[in-house]
């Protein structure tokens, strides 16, 4: 859930309580494999957000890679087979940490996300197995908002938005308070406007937290404003799971083979 009851949204403090509901929830850890490298992106104020790097099977030389940002009340450390999935087909795939979740410090900070995801975004585009041409930003539910934080102002080879929101503050409205209280904050909508790369939503028809509408809204964005390729796919499944993982993952494959992002493609 990104809302509690109540006066959850009074105040900003409480207000990042209430959307970062993961970093509030007993933290199961669990060790990468062996071929991961983690890292850390160093953040103003001694924050520190850590990384895990997965590298691409079978692959010599910089190849494509998936920046992942995971979903509300998960962790990195969930999304292992994900990436071993990805990996398998032959990208890089980097799962950022949010600060104040998991082994990260810092404290849950909603004007703080944007800046984090796209520093993760200038941390990768510099390493020297990536082919910097070929980075894609994978967002999943709050996931989606860090990903349109990268879309507005970098220039990612494509972007996939599973489960998002248009932005906070439809979010807020629909709980049932002022939308002043989150003013701009995570604009993914507003983002889709800046950017003409290639852009596949994905929704669930039935999603119990975040409505099947919000994913409509993005996918029109994508087609009135984007230049490249987009596309929207539908499931029939609820927020958590909105299908099985197996039949997400082919389709945001065949959308990257589609596009000049994936394996073969070149740089």
Known sequence: MLFGAG????TPWLLDRAVFVGAHLEFVQRDPPDEV?????ERPGGVALEGWFFPARGVRGPAPTILYFHGNA????NNIGLAESYAAAGYHVILAEYRGYGRSTGEPDIAALPNDARAFYDRLAAM??????RIVVLGRSLGGA????VMAERAPCAVVLEQTFTNLADMVSAAGFP???AGDSLDTLGALEAYTGPVLVSHGRTDDVIPFAHGRRLAEAAADRNQGHHRFAEFSG???PMAPFPEIREVVLDFLGETRCGPGAGS
Do not use: C, Q, S, Y
């Not at 006066?7 to 009074?10: H, I, N, P, R």
């Not at 998960?74 to 450390?77: A, F, H, Q, Y």
């Open 179 to 181: 939308r002043f209280l």
């Open 74 to 77: 998960e962790l990195i450390d």
């Open 146 to 149: 860090a990903a349109g934080a």
């Open 128 to 133: 020297p197995e990536v082919d910097r041409n």
């Open 238 to 240: 609820r927020h958590n």
């Open 7 to 10: 006066g959850a949204v009074a």
């Open 37 to 41: 490298e983690t890292f850390w992106v």
